[in-house]
């Protein structure tokens, strides 16, 4: 099984900043990534696939980035609607597919 | 758009079978290939369940698998999950997705409590 790990686990950010976040696997995945946004007692929202494609819907100011086995989700102006817990999860080859823990974004 | 809504028991009894279906609108289930369980525990991170293809083939956490199973019906156009023998370790909230990996369309989801 394919090990995700997120980092950090925290980010503080002010509206209108840079947020960066990072996802590893523990082997290959090649470009086999996705992204989620997740908001509290919603459902995910898929934002990213394929490591750097924005899923419909999804603001520019979000980019994915990475291949193998590290990966970025840059959000360029954290809008207040973006404060939320982003998963990434590989889904490369065969199952089982996997998620990382997740980086909580909250407002500094 | 796919709509996706989760159904079933709220609360199950430890040693008991966990059963949800998800009605697909918007669309046929034979329109799209695979569907999708994925579950969160209470304050907790996402897990991958399983998934099934709408011919019938399915995949499953091997964490899960022994006590897993999915299926799909398409004549309700719906696809079910049943998860045995549980323990409290499975209250969770459970979604349905579809696609396989990467999921574009979910369920809101629906928490099961797994408690006596």
């Known amino acids: 099984e394919i090990v995700m790990k997120q980092s950090p686990a925290t980010l503080s950010v002010s509206p209108g900043e840079r947020a960066t976040l990072s996802c590893r696997a523990s082997?290959?995945?090649?470009?086999?990534l996705a992204w989620y946004q997740q908001r509290p007692g919603q459902a995910p929202r898929l934002v990213i696939y394929?490591?750097?494609t924005r899923a419909n819907g999804i603001p520019a100011r979000f980019s994915g980035s990475g291949s193998g086995t590290e990966f970025t989700l840059t959000i360029s102006s954290l809008q207040s609607e973006d404060f939320a817990v982003y998963y990434c999860?590989?889904?490369?080859?065969?199952?089982?597919?996997?998620f990382g823990q997740g980086t909580k974004v909250e407002i500094k | 758009q796919v709509q996706l809504q989760e159904s079933g028991p709220g609360l199950v009894t430890p040693s008991g079978t966990l059963s949800l279906t998800c009605a697909v609108s918007?669309?046929?289930?034979?329109?799209?290939?695979?569907w999708s369980w994925v579950r969160q525990s209470p304050g907790q991170g996402l897990e991958w369940i399983g998934e099934?293809?709408?011919?019938?083939?399915?995949n499953y956490n091997p964490s899960l698998k022994s006590r897993v199973s999915i299926s799909v019906d398409k004549s309700k156009n719906q696809f079910s999950l049943k998860l045995r023998s549980v323990t409290a370790a499975d209250t969770a909230v459970y979604f349905c997705?579809?696609?396989?990996?990467?999921?574009?369309?979910w369920g809101q989801g629906t928490l099961v409590t797994v408690s006596s």
């Open positions: 999860q590989q889904y490369n080859n065969l199952p089982p597919w996997t």
């Open positions: 394929g490591a750097s």
């Open positions: 099934i293809y709408h011919s019938g083939n399915s």
């Open positions: 082997q290959s995945v090649n470009s086999n």
């Open positions: 918007g669309a046929s289930i034979s329109s799209y290939n695979w």
């Open positions: 997705a579809r696609g396989s990996g990467s999921y574009e369309d």
